[in-house]
């Protein structure tokens, strides 16, 4: 499909409706220019044995030029159609379809003053409907109108001709009347059903394009609610995880924020990578801290996703923090906090700006567990559910009491014993 700017989003962020209609008629013709030349040459063979089967009684030695004029035409276009202007080129066979269909119907009139025979006269017409027919499946309603509107002004025109001047030799408009109107009502349903199919492929890509947008965020299954949309979001199992990096204030205190910035942005980097390479999604990232969900499979592969990610986070810090320790940095601890349950998972669209959302109680006492392992000073808490959800695949444990102000906390557990905090080195400029 040919590359064009994009128009303008409507207000809920989503392409219009019409950026994808330029385009269509482009995108399905693309690699098609062989069978649209394989049904011409068909089309020709048809009225060549005709003309043969008439023994040359209704067809003048210019009929077989105009033919292979056509033919000639019709595969220098299939040769061409890749280098050239595919919008031109369109225009142009439109153009010889319509000549060639009106130019059969006309000769065929004057033919018929002296002749006329039922075979040579759905031959004769055979060439308006089927490339009428052909030209409403580009999706190209004015091709079609144009084409329409050339065949029928020829006929009709050659019709009233005949009314007017009955010497000129025309056959009588009677019997050529039905056909006439029946290539009208024809014309109408073919343009008709060509712009139905235009707005409902137009419709079709653009929701492939809001699913594919949509997937690049948040795996599938998730619901996508709008604000004049009926659907609602269901409740699902997912396995939560903040991630927060401990005595953050500190260090941007010391180091300063420009510089503990790129630190930042290197831990969620790593986040990040862990969390998708587990199946999971990062929702946002909230100041020095990281949320993601787990949300794919049954609860239990939940909870086994989420720890193998805090795991391979915590390698994988171990591994930065070498290498920064090395030159002199300080080296980063985190917490992780993992808490589990039902929640509604979704993307929220209010006509203005389109947002993945997490609702539900779980998430409000995931806040709890975080507040809670920073107080303990944590390098990873897990909910009571979370240890249930792994079961024998637990790794041990040490549950920790619950204090006065706390009761509206989940049981927590922490799956390693509070770490001494190392001394932060102070940079010579801060000294």
């Not at 079709?204 to 709008?226: N, S």
């Not at 787990?294 to 939940?302: H, I, M, R, S, Y």
Request: glycine residues 10%; hydrophobic residues 50%; aromatic residues 6%.
């Amino acid at each position: 499909m040919s590359r064009r700017h994009p128009s303008p989003p409507d207000r809920g962020g989503a392409p219009r409706l019409a950026e994808y209609e330029p385009n269509l008629a482009e995108g399905l013709a693309a690699g098609t220019a062989t069978r649209v030349l394989a049904m011409r040459l068909v089309m020709l063979l048809v009225l060549a044995v005709s003309a043969h089967l008439s023994d040359g009684v209704l067809h003048a030695g210019s009929h077989w030029f105009i033919l292979g004029g056509y033919a000639a035409s019709s595969l220098w276009l299939a040769v061409t159609a890749r280098r050239r202007n595919s919008g031109r080129l369109a225009w142009i066979a439109t153009l010889l379809d319509g000549a060639l269909a009106a130019y059969i119907v006309l000769e065929y009139m004057m033919a018929a003053a002296e002749a006329a025979d039922e075979p040579g006269t759905l031959a004769s017409r055979l060439p308006a409907f089927l490339l009428l027919l052909e030209s409403g499946l580009t999706l190209r309603p004015r091709h079609t109108v144009v084409f329409a509107a050339l065949v029928a002004g020829v006929w009709s025109g050659a019709l009233g001709l005949g009314l007017l001047d009955p010497g000129l030799g025309l056959p009588p408009a009677a019997p050529h009347v039905f056909g006439l109107l029946s290539f009208l009502v024809a014309s109408a349903f073919v343009i008709e059903g060509s712009l139905r199919l235009r707005r409902g492929f137009a419709t079709m890509l653009r929701l492939e394009h809001e699913r594919a947008t949509l997937a690049r965020f948040v795996p599938a299954g998730i619901d996508l609610v709008r604000h004049d949309g009926p659907t609602a979001l269901r409740p699902r199992h997912a396995c939560l995880l903040a991630l927060d990096i401990r005595g953050f204030s500190a260090l941007t205190r010391c180091w300063g924020e420009a510089r503990v910035l790129d630190w930042l942005l290197g831990v969620r980097a790593l986040a990040h990578t862990a969390v998708t390479d587990h199946g999971g999604l990062v929702d946002k990232y909230v100041g020095d801290g990281v949320l993601a969900q787990f949300v794919g499979g049954a609860p239990a592969e939940q909870a086994a996703a989420a720890l193998a990610c805090v795991q391979e986070i915590e390698a994988r810090m171990h591994r930065m923090n070498e290498a920064r320790r090395q030159e002199g940095l300080p080296c980063l601890a985190l917490t992780a906090s993992l808490h589990a349950g039902e929640v509604l998972v979704g993307v929220l669209d209010d006509g203005l700006r389109a947002e993945f959302t997490v609702l539900g109680p779980a998430m409000n006492a995931l806040a709890r567990v975080e507040a809670r392992a920073k107080r303990e000073n944590l390098s990873v808490a897990v909910s009571k559910r979370v240890m249930r959800l792994l079961g024998p695949a637990a790794p041990p444990a040490r549950r920790l009491p619950r204090r006065p102000g706390e009761e509206d906390c989940p049981d927590l557990f922490g799956l390693d014993p509070a770490p001494s905090p190392a001394p932060l080195p102070v940079p010579a400029s801060a000294s």
